[in-house]
């Protein structure tokens, strides 16, 4: 099935929204009084009414039109979230363009490699021409290769003649290209039509229940991250109430997003579960007024859902008037747009309890008390979202049942063209009509979608099947260490690696490093052949905080990875 499906059962754009395209959309939410507004670590606000976004995007668009860019040409655009940001993107959409968010470097030091990457991107899509955050013009100018125009986020806002003229972009024409976060390989770039991506939209707006006239989204997430672009769309073309913040001031005071939760009474928010965790500890840390009352929809998705880590979040939120049943886990990936799978609204969050061995030995998600020795608790992502279906199969594609362990595969009106110039990668993806996505999972007796790993993470030793999942989460108890782990084999070899990132004020790393070994092979049965201790940050990840083994592998056998400690089995 391909993105120009339109018999299966789902919501439609043109019915929900009155548009299949993001301009037509933003005229419409033009019409109005609400809007976006951005807002810092300490909530200070710059609001932006979708209509004076609507005019700005013109305005930019003409600035755009005036620099060389044509329908269809790519527009990357390098910027955190802020006002300037929002216009240079929904401006290339009314230039007819194709924008690309980039990310911005984590730190100074990351600057060189920051920008040959960027090269590298912009080489990749042939991007037509670069805006970039007001801050990175003197940095960017002449750094970038191929004779792009740079252009600012300010310069293009004080545009003053606008575009005229109607949308002349089509629902099938190419919309964005959403680069993927590489989590065991080089990123690619999705391609993505108008109408995939609010068909997608619309689905997230029906299964969330959202309500025009009420609904307010929170949302700290980066925006070159498919679940905060796709969330930002749907907030827009369904014309509810937006509140975002830039990233870096939630990682800088992760306070300040449940601060923003209970100020701006957010019905809605999305986020990693790594930001439940923090939320959690500053609600118990840092107790203050706040009001969580209003919130029925806090999505757990874009990395392994941990119980924990909802627990302790929902346990300090209660306090607050958080109801446990506002805990709602996701499913989805950039190839699909974003859902695949999600959790109702209404309904509480449920737990697969299953026997590890059984998982190992045969395949078989059997379950088993929670309280089992070898129990893990799975998060069920909520049934298939409207229009989508989801298959479990075998290596060879045969079907698997219910409760079988197998790759996921998706079939959906919002999957991808392909990724953008690369047809070898798209067939090896896109085979029969459907996207085999490279998770493994099972589908519950009532049909609910259970992710339990990846493919090319699963480490096998002695012909049993151990995910890496369970030896992080495992490690990641001990104490003195952060919740930042990653468990990889090495190649050709039944040799597994597990290195964590210290905690703060840790004295002896090497007894920490022991701690975990005997940690894990008192509850997993078999010892890891090694356990490195590393230091803060020194555990690669990707933009939505997943982490990247086949990296941390690569930087572990090119002796890129400098050990505070080892202990060997």
């Not at 151990?466 to 190649?491: I, S």
């Not at 040799?495 to 894990?520: C, N, P, T, W, Y």
Request: with cysteine; glycine share 10%.
């Amino acid at each position: 099935m391909n993105g120009d499906d339109t018999t299966m059962d789902h919501p439609r754009p043109e019915d929900m929204f009155g548009a299949v395209t993001v301009p037509e959309a933003l005229e419409l939410a033009a019409a109005t009084p609400r809007g976006i507004t951005v807002v810092g670590r300490q909530l200070d606000q710059s609001p932006l009414p979708y209509a004076l976004l609507a005019a700005g995007a013109r305005r930019v668009a003409a600035g755009l039109v005036r620099a060389g860019v044509g329908r269809g040409d790519r527009v990357a655009i390098v910027s955190s979230t802020s006002p300037g940001f929002l216009l240079s993107l929904f401006g290339a959409w009314r230039a007819g363009a194709v924008p690309v968010i980039l990310p911005l470097p984590h730190r100074l030091s990351d600057l060189p490699d920051f920008v040959a990457e960027v090269n590298r991107r912009l080489d990749h899509v042939d991007a037509r021409c670069v805006v970039v955050a007001d801050a990175f013009g003197d940095f960017v100018t002449g750094r970038i290769t191929g004779d792009r125009p740079v252009l600012t986020c300010g310069e293009l806002a004080a545009e003053r003649e606008g575009i005229g003229g109607p949308v002349l972009t089509r629902p099938d024409d190419l919309a964005y290209l959403q680069f993927t976060s590489g989590t065991t390989g080089l990123p690619r770039a999705v391609a993505l039509t108008h109408r995939q991506m609010l068909t997608n939209a619309a689905v997230c707006c029906e299964r969330l229940g959202l309500e025009r006239d009420r609904s307010v989204h929170v949302s700290w997430l980066p925006l070159y991250h498919d679940m905060g672009l796709i969330s930002v769309l749907a907030g827009m073309a369904y014309r509810i109430k937006l509140v975002l913040q830039p990233p870096e001031d939630f990682l800088a005071r992760p306070d300040s997003w449940v601060d923003a939760l209970s100020r701006f009474r957010a019905t809605s928010t999305v986020a990693p579960n790594f930001a439940y965790g923090l939320a959690a500890e500053g609600m118990r840390l840092r107790p203050r007024d706040l009001d969580l009352s209003h919130l029925e929809v806090c999505g757990d998705g874009a990395e392994p859902i941990r119980a924990g880590t909802l627990e302790q979040f929902v346990e300090a939120g209660s306090a607050y008037g958080l109801r446990p049943q506002a805990m709602t886990p996701m499913y989805g990936m950039a190839e699909a747009t974003l859902a695949v799978a999600m959790g109702e609204a209404t309904r509480p969050l449920v737990w697969d309890h299953v026997s590890r061995a059984g998982l190992q030995a045969g395949g078989v998600a059997r379950p088993v008390p929670a309280d089992a020795p070898d129990a893990r608790a799975l998060a069920v992502c909520g049934p298939p979202v409207p229009g989508v279906r989801v298959e479990i199969r075998d290596a060879d594609g045969t079907p698997r049942g219910e409760r079988e362990v197998g790759e996921i595969c998706v079939s959906s009106p919002s999957l991808m063209r392909g990724y953008w110039r690369d047809p070898e990668a798209t067939a090896a993806v896109l085979r029969d009509g459907r996207l085999h996505t490279g998770d493994l999972g099972y589908l519950t007796e009532d049909g609910g979608v259970v992710v339990c790993g990846r493919i090319k993470d699963m480490i096998i030793v002695s012909g049993r099947n151990l995910y890496p999942e369970d030896y992080e989460h495992v490690a990641a108890k001990v104490e003195g260490v952060r919740p930042v782990c990653a468990a990889f084999a090495l190649p050709d070899t039944e040799r597994m690696i597990v290195a964590f990132e210290s905690a703060k004020g840790v004295a002896d790393h090497q007894e920490v490093a022991a701690r975990v070994m005997k940690r894990l092979r008192e509850h997993l049965g078999h010892a890891p052949d090694k356990v490195v201790a590393l230091d803060k940050g020194a555990i690669p990840r990707t933009s939505s905080g997943k982490v990247q083994r086949s990296l941390c592998r690569e930087r572990y056998l090119t002796g890129r990875m400098e050990a505070l400690a080892e202990v060997a089995r």
